[in-house]
């Protein structure tokens, strides 16, 4: 009998031992609770758990956490437009669950800052602006001073702006200034400027928060009598393409260098000599490519020409527009994938009219933007996303006003549609800043019963969101809004007022 007693209470100590052994550990949840969610928001919790959060309300991570250990929540993805909040979003797990909460909103239109040089006389205009991947941009104009020129730039950055930098002086004339962002706080500006009565190419370059002194990229130039400002493009790598007009003696050519590593390549003709061109601009991507444009002058008729850099080389001039009869400032982009859109307006009988054409591999035949025919459709800008997808906004006349239009493409042109108000006053020049990821901010002045005033309106691949007005409330005049966009959906807007003087002023999209 004591036999069997000690074999039972044996069994059932190891019974109960084993019972004790596959006992689950406590664990906990991390919560999320969510609100002002318009599109949806990726969550990671200590860099690898991932929760999507599509809406409003409450959720929770997969991987449960027991007690002691910490957790880390940060916001991986959200809609491009919206900044996103979290609350207790780091901590340890303490014998419950973790209790985080995530607030979104649209990111919003700053008060118009004027940004122009105060202790001087008013009389600024030229203005231009870039942005950084990181939410940081840095904008320059010219400001007139005593007879002199000079050219001024501004950074913001950590959510205000810094002092203004005089870039360059001249008591003989400066052209219009052309600016690029490479790497986070590194710039490049490119501007004519005239020295002993001739007009030269000169840069600067912005790194570690200063200008460097100015200096010459070309000899004397002959342009032909136009200072359209040189086409300049720069990537995060800090590659930059420049290009610019110059008649050497039987016809203006079209001009091109490289910056890399800090130094200029020798300067190198892009167009074929057997016609002449103006008006460049240029487009650079992230691998080094680039897509140059101009408008080519040949026998009295005007024409479109391109030529592509890849493998090392400027690949020659092709021509992708029929003849037409007007000048003309065409608009380039190129995208990561070699993709490239050029945008024009030219004559039609009686009006002029935007084209635009595609390159993936070969170059599409030219295709008309839009088809009102109550009047003149003119200054074209174009983007291109990585997808492939192009983005074209300008302005058309239509019932006896000027408006807004834009065009959007992916695989074919969908039809042309009005993007600004119905204000009953003229809308000007349109500005558009493209976003790799397929978002864009377009810019421009119209016409209002309270002045001409800057209105705003975000794309998100394609689709517009209502304009806003971001100049500040009373009576403005304003002119010739720039735009730039960050990867961060942030964006600064930079125009110029006239009220009897001339003043840069700026908003930031944060």
């Not at 074999?7 to 019972?19: E, K, N, P, T």
């Not at 020798?266 to 487009?283: E, F, K, M, R, W």
């Not at 074919?412 to 003229?426: E, F, H, I, K, Y």
Request: glycine letters at 12%.
């Amino acid at each position: 009998m004591t036999v069997r007693l000690f074999v039972f209470a044996s069994i059932l100590a190891i019974l109960l031992l084993a019972g004790c052994g596959s006992q689950t550990p406590v664990t906990y949840a991390v919560k999320v609770t969510a609100s002002g969610i318009d599109g949806p928001v990726v969550l990671r919790n200590n860099g690898s758990d991932t929760l999507t959060v599509p809406a409003d309300g409450a959720y929770a991570f997969a991987k449960k956490l027991p007690d002691g250990a910490a957790y880390q929540v940060e916001v991986s993805e959200r809609p491009f437009f919206r900044n996103c909040v979290l609350s207790g979003a780091a901590g340890t797990i303490q014998g419950k669950d973790a209790e985080v909460d995530l607030a979104c909103a649209a990111k919003a239109w700053a008060g118009a800052q004027e940004l122009g040089d105060p202790g001087t006389a008013p009389g600024a205009w030229s203005l231009t602006a870039a942005a950084w991947p990181n939410g940081d941009a840095v904008v320059a104009w010219q400001q007139t001073q005593g007879g002199v020129y000079r050219l001024y730039a501004r950074v913001f950055s950590g959510g205000s702006w810094g002092a203004a930098q005089k870039v360059a002086e001249s008591s003989e004339g400066l052209g219009r200034p052309a600016l690029a962002t490479g790497s986070a706080g590194r710039a490049l500006l490119v501007w004519y400027e005239k020295l002993g009565g001739q007009f030269q190419l000169r840069w600067s370059e912005l790194a570690g928060g200063a200008w460097s002194a100015p200096a010459s990229l070309t000899g004397p130039l002959n342009l032909a009598g136009s200072l359209v400002p040189p086409g300049l493009d720069m990537n995060a790598s800090d590659e930059a393409v420049v290009v610019w007009p110059h008649d050497p003696g039987g016809g203006v050519r079209i001009y091109a260098r490289r910056f890399s590593s800090g130094a200029w390549s020798s300067p190198v003709t892009v167009d074929d000599g057997t016609a002449q061109g103006i008006y460049p601009a240029v487009a650079l991507a992230a691998d080094g490519a680039a897509l140059a444009a101009w408008l080519r002058v040949d026998g009295g008729q005007f024409y479109v020409s391109t030529s592509r850099f890849q493998s090392g080389a400027w690949q020659g001039e092709e021509v992708v527009s029929a003849a037409f009869g007007s000048q003309t400032l065409p608009s380039a982009a190129l995208n990561g994938s070699g993709r490239g859109l050029v945008a024009w307006w030219q004559a039609a009988p009686g009006e002029t009219k935007v084209y635009a054409v595609t390159y993936d591999g070969g170059w599409s035949s030219p295709e008309l933007l839009g088809s009102d025919a109550s009047g003149n459709a003119a200054f074209p800008q174009a983007g291109m996303d990585d997808a492939g997808r192009g983005l074209v906004v300008w302005t058309q006349e239509q019932g006896g006003t000027r408006v807004v239009a834009y065009a959007t493409y992916e695989a074919a042109w969908q039809t042309a549609a009005v993007l600004s108000p119905a204000t009953g006053g003229d809308a000007e020049r349109p500005s558009l800043a493209l976003d790799p990821s397929g978002h864009a901010v377009a810019l421009w002045a119209q016409a209002t019963q309270v002045g001409d005033v800057v209105y705003a309106a975000r794309f998100s691949q394609g689709s517009p969101d209502a304009p806003e007005v971001i100049t500040a409330p009373g009576v403005v005049q304003a002119v010739e809004p720039q735009a730039a966009l960050a990867a961060t959906g942030d964006a600064v807007a930079l125009w110029w007022q006239d009220a009897g003087n001339k003043r840069i002023f700026a908003s930031v999209l944060r």
